[in-house]
């Protein structure tokens, strides 16, 4: 069966590009003569407007061959940096199928490549990278990427009925989610349904849908998965498509999935055959896509010029800078990255993140904001909640439940504080089994995934002197010649603030400082990669021991008596975390609501340390390195490109990366209607069912 899905996604892909180009019969669709004035300003000062309009301003603009190379430059020196460019080229087993994109050829193709308009050329290498299927080497442009977000009120969830029996749904919450995040346009949605249905939106929560533009609704699926990037596994990918649920630093949130909301104006509608709750009846409905303006999270404008202006050249922050550049010395050390828009998790004050290491996924839609509703929130949450932390207790009286929406959140000490509190607090209610809810878990501190490997399963030889895995760094030619230049002359980087000063890092084995004045990157570890020649640095540890707070002398919980629960949307530090639990000390692993035919990983996108191209320019940049050959100039587009600057090494292989390691989950745990997108209830059966 899953051969077959694969046979028609072809036809589907080729569907959806033929969907996403027409610009007629759209609601709020605007006259071609009036486009072509000035197509910008049709949906400038704009809340809500069609798709099609949004693709009328965005493709009005020509390429720029000088952009356009620029960008491609500032990338391809930019992945000198990223440690997986010859592993991604073909990733080992059991991601063979998955990774297999050689980002080198596709931008040698882009450069030479002609393309009808900016737009198309931003999807192009935005598409190249997400080949990559890794949510940290991902390319962001601020003038196209969710600056207007397209949005169905019909979010999708994959149900299991009878016999085990698996098929896609509207979501029993819809209408309660679309009439209070959608509470301005929801009318539209109303008057676009046929006949006696006009106006009762709230009768296709929980159908069962038949079929998505006359296709089995996995034919779309599997045609999404090919395209939205972050994660390395089908079935995780594949799960991104249906709605689920975070704890949010402001609360429970509710992701819609890459179904009922797009970061580009791809699909002006979509045409659905469903059968309604109670009903016997096959019925088909067609519903625009609406695209919502950004917000605060964009720039206004009223036309084109003040569009782009606005949105699309390079902004304070875009590049980097010296970090000692006089007369604000540390000033750009100590500035937001123009990436957090579109980190995964909370981003802290930028000097906590210079001080405490982040490993944290990229995406091109930013975190949502709408919120999960009421009757499905977790209440009454225990001592030590507070932000992306919360803590529960269940009915039985000996669960426990953790709640974690990110590892970072107000800050890296109330995170700690947090952790430990709640923990403790649990045991002394009298909590013998403990779950940990992960779901759509972007990453955050490095060190606060070890902290809570480290005080759940007390110390260990897995947890001390260090929880969590030996990395290593990319050692090509610029890189070498950074650490060089910083071991040569102290007066560099008198602060100790750049990556490639040896300050900052510990030896592998026995856990000691390096000093100062040593030059890491050599000699490097020089590797071949699926036939390219390549080079590393020597291992360093997690640098996280000892930590500031004194963790307590046991185990607060028998790690075997633990489980991880989420949708297998679990990444960076989260991944860090996960799978040092899982594979160190038994715990085990439960992904809800995955497709039976296809085997889940209860995490991916590793990585060992994230960064982007704006941090990179500043270690380029501090140790007056940026007109040398090898260094990438600076971009002129409003762009971020991000990338793993450090590797993990693995568990069960201890000689390659933890990247792409097997990370099965124990438990695929089936979603009904009754408990899907509701936490307390799907954390109830977890403990019915794995403990």
């Not at 969830?157 to 301005?184: K, N, R």
């Not at 009846?281 to 782009?308: C, M, Q």
């Not at 500035?335 to 906590?352: I, L």
């Not at 201890?654 to 990247?659: D, G």
Request: net charge negative.
């Amino acid at each position: 069966m899953i051969a077959g899905r694969f046979l028609t996604l072809l036809s589907a892909v080729l569907a959806s590009v033929k969907f996403a180009s027409a610009d007629s019969g759209v609601v709020g669709g605007r006259g071609l003569e009036e486009r072509a004035a000035d197509p910008c300003a049709t949906i400038g000062s704009q809340t809500w407007v069609s798709p099609a309009d949004v693709r009328a301003c965005y493709q009005s603009f020509p390429v720029d061959e000088t952009v356009k190379a620029n960008i491609i430059d500032v990338v391809n020196k930019t992945l000198a940096f990223h440690t997986s460019v010859n592993y991604q080229k073909l990733a080992p087993w059991p991601f063979t199928l998955d990774v297999h994109e050689d980002l080198l050829k596709d931008l040698a193709r882009i450069q030479n490549q002609k393309y009808a308009s900016d737009y198309d050329l931003h999807i192009d290498v935005s598409r190249t990278l997400k080949r990559l299927n890794d949510g940290h080497c991902v390319y962001i442009n601020y003038c196209y990427d969710s600056l207007f977000v397209n949005y169905l009120p019909t979010p999708l969830v994959l149900l299991t009925g009878d016999y085990g029996l698996q098929s896609v749904h509207i979501a029993p919450e819809a209408f309660t989610v679309a009439t209070a995040e959608f509470t301005d346009e929801v009318q539209v949605w109303q008057d676009a349904l046929p006949g006696s249905l006009k106006g009762q939106l709230a009768s296709l929560a929980g159908a069962k849908v038949i079929a998505i533009n006359g296709h089995d609704p996995w034919v779309a699926v599997d045609a999404n998965a090919q395209i939205a990037g972050s994660f390395q596994g089908l079935g995780t990918r594949q799960n991104g498509f249906f709605s689920s649920y975070n704890s949010g630093a402001s609360g429970w949130t509710y992701s819609l999935g890459q179904f009922a909301q797009q970061s580009l104006p791809l699909s002006d509608s979509v045409n659905l055959t469903i059968q309604r709750v109670n009903s016997s009846k096959i019925e088909t409905v067609t519903l625009p896509y609406r695209s919502r303006f950004a917000g605060s999270a964009s720039e206004n404008f009223t036309d084109s010029t003040s569009y782009r202006a606005k949105n699309c050249v390079a902004q304070p922050g875009t590049n980097g800078a010296d970090y000692y550049d006089s007369p604000s010395t540390g000033k750009r050390a100590l500035s937001a990255s123009p990436a957090n828009k579109f980190r995964q998790a909370p981003m802290p004050d930028p000097a906590e993140e210079r001080r405490h290491l982040m490993n944290v996924m990229l995406d091109t839609t930013p975190q949502v904001n709408v919120a999960l509703p009421p009757g499905q929130r977790p209440t009454d949450p225990l001592p030590g909640s507070a932000s992306v932390v919360q803590f529960f207790m269940l009915d039985d009286a000996k669960t426990g439940v953790l709640a974690l929406g990110s590892f970072s959140g107000d800050s890296f000490a109330n995170l700690q504080s947090n952790l430990l509190t709640g923990l403790q607090n649990l045991k002394d209610k009298g909590a013998t089994q403990l779950v940990v809810d992960i779901s759509n878990n972007g990453g955050g501190y490095i060190c606060v995934a070890h902290w809570l490997h480290r005080i759940i399963a007390g110390p260990k030889s897995t947890t001390e002197p260090q929880a969590g895995l030996d990395t290593e760094a990319r050692a090509g030619p610029l890189a070498q010649l950074v650490a060089q230049t910083v071991a040569q002359n102290s007066t560099i980087d008198p602060e100790g603030f750049l990556l490639y000063n040896a300050v900052s890092w510990e030896f592998a084995g026995n856990y000691s400082k390096m000093p100062a004045g040593y030059d890491w990157l050599q000699p490097p570890v020089k590797k071949t990669i699926n036939g390219r020649a390549d080079a590393f640095s020597q291992r360093i540890s997690d640098e996280c021991q000892p930590f500031s707070i004194t963790p307590p002398a046991e185990a607060l919980f028998d790690p075997k008596k633990v489980a991880i629960v989420g949708n297998g949307r679990c990444a960076s530090s989260c991944s860090l975390f996960s799978i040092t639990m899982a594979k160190h000390e038994g715990t085990k692993t439960v992904v809800y609501g995955g497709s039976r035919l296809v085997g889940q990983q209860y995490c991916g996108t590793v990585g060992g340390q994230s960064t982007d191209f704006s941090t990179i320019d500043s270690e380029v940049k501090t140790a007056h390195l940026k007109n040398n050959s090898l260094a990438p100039p600076d971009f002129v587009t409003n762009s971020v490109q991000g990338i793993t600057w450090r590797l993990g090494f693995g568990i069960d292989n201890n000689n390659e990366p933890e990247e792409w390691q097997n990370h099965p989950a124990d438990v695929n745990l089936p979603l009904t209607a009754d408990i899907v997108n509701r936490p307390v209830e799907i954390w109830k059966k977890v403990a019915e069912t794995v403990f």
